[in-house]
């Protein structure tokens, strides 16, 4: 026993040896050795996921898109990638019946599915479980879109209503969404403005979704068919059935919109589209960078899964008799299941949000004879512990290391269809809006617009050799209501000579950045130059630099403690 001792301690305290090209080789090693043993040892495939291949640890992101019948699943895909492909059907009636997997390829064509589980380099190998007739309902279509060079997509079948559509599918629905659901990196519910009702297909869609709440994004489309008063109440209609099928606490994130490249119908909310449009487009840029922290934060959820997994088949075969009385004891066993999951709770200090759904885990079990199960192998699920101990968290330094390296690069970025950035574009995101109005007009100063007000304002202050003290600005500067830190970034931004006082221009100049922000634009870090007033404008195009004045300490000391200042700062 001592030595048995002294050889696991000496496993736990062995540093990994071996030398991998990138962390995703080693986190694909850690598993093969030390988490699929455990795992088939199990059963953990029969009840739960499929094994893992070097493929899926290797693959790019990939995306699903779900949704009931002509919600625009097909025509959401086709906006984003900005052109058609392969096995594309678009109509009001029910158009997509298979599984199209959106794939990088150097020329144009699609891989049937059959075909597809052959290939060792693609991810797809477990599929082949669902059978013949969802094989012949799978396809990948290869095309060169720039969009797939960083990210995969996935399309699927209209979600129909009643039991006959349902049944007539003829392969597990469900199973391969939760398939795909295990394994993608966002999951996107798509809804039509016009069609909310949830019908029991989708409903059940829905909860094969669940354990995956955190990559669930929820987008609204053909919003612009209704007008705002109308969307208003669908808004509220949509987060009411949302609230009864999504088993949170939090309210999810809707993204509003109509994502086709199609004249809108009613553009009074234009600028919101394009703002959830773009919230969208930010969310699935994070992928190709995140990929693979995600492959490793799910490795860990899966791994604790297959240790709960272990104790919970270990139990139930400790259960069984050695001859008489199996069946009876193999039903008590499941009926009580509830209470086995609160023994190994408490033996283990396991927490309860770490074993399986307990209603399907019981229609599982009743499928095994549980004299072939296994009992508990202690070196199995120390081998896996052990790994998360010292081994995960070795490779999340290297891999946060590696992204760091990454920053900025290609290998980081969704380039190309609906992702291209326009750069000085009149079409650009922001483009003449908030700090960026008047920077298309050379020679322009935006806030000599409203000179005239904020010169009558300025003069009411009885500024002194044409300049007003920080006190007096900030005093009329609070009447704004904008947080404090809020109105010493101003401050920064307009006090250009750095005296500690304004004059007109940089009063003018402070006047209107608390008009941008009580608009709701942000400010900048730093003053850009068509917001420099034009007699401070050096030729080299910065901001002049001057020595800090005692007087600057002294506003600076107004904004953070106005009670503070008595009148002997006011006189000087």
């Keep these: 026993m001592l030595n048995y001792l002294l050889k696991r301690k000496e496993q736990i305290e062995e540093p990994v040896q071996q030398t991998f090209a990138t962390v995703t080789e080693a986190v694909s090693d850690i598993y093969k050795k030390k988490i699929l043993p455990l795992e088939e040892h199990y059963d953990f495939h029969k009840f739960h996921s499929s094994p893992l291949c070097d493929a899926d640890f290797k693959a790019k992101p990939m995306v699903i898109v779900v949704g009931q019948y002509s919600t625009g699943k097909t025509s959401f895909l086709q906006y984003l990638l900005e052109c058609d492909f392969p096995g594309m059907r678009i109509g009001p009636e029910p158009t997509t019946d298979n599984f199209v997997v959106l794939m990088h390829g150097d020329r144009e ?40 060079e960083a990210v995969t997509f996935v399309d699927t079948p209209g979600i129909l209503s009643g039991e006959k559509q349902r049944s007539s599918r003829g392969y597990d629905f469900v199973g391969v969404l939760e398939w795909f659901a295990s394994r993608v990196d966002r999951i996107i519910l798509l809804f039509d403005a016009h069609k909310l009702d949830i019908s029991d297909e989708f409903r059940s869609a829905i909860g094969a979704l669940k354990g995956n709440d955190d990559k669930i994004r929820i987008v609204l489309n053909k919003a612009d068919k209704i007008s705002p008063q109308q969307l208003m109440r669908v808004y509220g209609a949509l987060m009411w059935y949302l609230g ?128 072939k199960f296994h009992s508990l192998n202690v070196e199995l699920i120390e081998d896996v512990e052990m790994a998360l101990r010292s081994e995960i968290p070795v490779l999340l330094d290297k891999l946060q290391q590696e992204e760091q390296a990454k920053q900025g690069t290609t290998a980081t970025k969704i380039c190309g269809g609906a992702f291209t950035q326009d750069v000085a574009s009149p079409f650009t995101r922001g483009f003449n809006e908030g700090i960026q109005a008047g920077s298309n007009i050379p020679g322009q100063w935006i806030v000599a617009e409203n000179i005239e007000s904020y010169d009558k ?31 010493g970034r101003i401050w920064k931004l307009s006090d250009i000579d750095d005296d500690g006082m304004l004059d007109a221009e940089e009063f003018a100049l402070a006047m209107y950045l608390v008009d941008l922000k009580l608009k709701g634009h942000e400010l900048p870090e730093t003053l850009p130059r068509h917001l420099v007033p034009p007699t401070k404008r050096s030729t080299d195009h910065q901001v002049p630099a001057v020595k800090r004045s005692p007087d600057v300490y002294r506003v600076e000391r107004a904004f953070n403690n106005p009670n503070k200042f008595g009148a002997s700062d006011r006189d000087d």
């Design 244 to 371: 009864k099928v999504l088993d949170t606490p939090e309210v999810a994130r809707v993204y509003v919109g109509s994502f086709w490249d199609k004249q809108l119908q009613n553009d009074e909310l234009r600028k919101l589209f394009e703002s959830e449009t773009q919230d969208l487009f930010d969310d699935l840029q994070k992928l190709p960078g995140e990929s693979a922290v995600r492959k490793l934060n799910e490795l860990i959820k899966r791994t604790r899964s297959a240790i709960v997994h272990a104790y919970i088949i270990s139990y139930v075969k400790k259960s069984m008799p050695s001859i008489f009385g199996k069946g009876k004891a193999k039903q008590h066993a499941i009926k009580d299941l509830g209470s086995i999951y609160t023994s190994i709770q408490r033996d283990h200090f396991i927490s309860p949000g770490d074993f399986p759904d307990r209603e399907k885990m019981q229609e599982k079990l009743k499928e095994f004879d549980f004299s």
């Design 457 to 487: 304002l300025f003069k009411t202050m009885k500024p002194v050799n044409g300049k007003i003290t920080g006190v007096d600005a900030a005093a009329h500067m609070r009447k704004s209501k904008l947080p404090r830190h809020t109105l």
């Design 109 to 148: 064509g699609s891989i049937p599915g059959n075909a597809l589980i052959m290939d060792a380099d693609r991810q797809f190998r477990t599929l082949s479980r669902f059978g013949n007739t969802f094989l012949s309902r799978l396809q990948c279509s290869l095309l060169p879109s720039p969009v797939l």
